[in-house]
């Protein structure tokens, strides 16, 4: 007879006890503990970018406030509370609420991530569809090697397909009423 290994998973609590590390980031989804290693330098050019544009024009339009990583978001309640870390997220202004001194604590109105290779099947598949499930109005993800983004517009706690957007185009996004984001600035090396 095999004793069966039993793994007792990690808590909102378990995470808020982890040592403050700022060389190492930490994504706490569905009860295991994720390190996220740290980004490439091209992955941190199209943060920066990004973050940028939405900033000022944000900022510029009193529209809210946009935040990037190290920031937790925190999703879910009691013990089934779930922390990401995404590249860029936004929070307007008639929702400034859920921003805490220690993070996020409910759904942005919009969460980006950019894929790199250790994060890109989890960003795709499991954060996706918990930050539909808990009310992300919008989930960009932006491709570097497809040069590509994905435009995700929640539904009723689902996202339809995506609007795909090729790095010669612009796109535009209800949330950020004026603005046009054109990806040839954004996707350059």
Do not use: C
């Not at 009860?31 to 970018?49: C, D, F, N, W």
């Not at 604590?105 to 994060?119: F, K, Q, R, Y």
């Not at 435009?151 to 795909?164: L, R």
Request: no cysteine; proline share 6%.
């Amino acid at each position: 007879m095999t004793a069966s290994q039993s793994r007792i998973p990690y808590t909102y609590e378990d995470y808020r006890m982890l040592p403050e590390d700022m060389s190492r980031r930490y994504e706490l989804l569905h009860g295991e503990l994720y390190m996220v290693p740290a980004p490439t330098t091209r992955h941190q050019r199209i943060s920066r970018k990004l973050e940028t544009i939405l900033d000022r024009h944000v900022t510029d339009h009193g529209l809210g406030e946009v935040f990037d990583a190290p920031v937790d978001v925190v999703l879910g309640r009691d013990n089934e509370r779930e922390v990401a870390q995404p590249d860029i997220l936004f929070v307007a202004h008639a929702r400034r609420a859920i921003i805490k001194l220690h993070g996020i604590e409910g759904a942005p109105d919009l969460v980006a991530e950019i894929l790199s290779e250790g994060t890109a099947e989890r960003d795709r598949g499991y954060k996706r569809a918990l930050y539909a499930r808990n009310g992300v109005s919008e989930y960009w993800i932006i491709d570097p090697q497809t040069r590509t983004v994905e435009v995700y517009v929640n539904h009723g706690g689902e996202y339809g397909g995506p609007a795909t957007f090729p790095a010669d185009a612009a796109f535009a996004s209800a949330l950020f009423p004026g603005l046009a984001i054109p990806l040839a600035d954004i996707l350059a090396d």
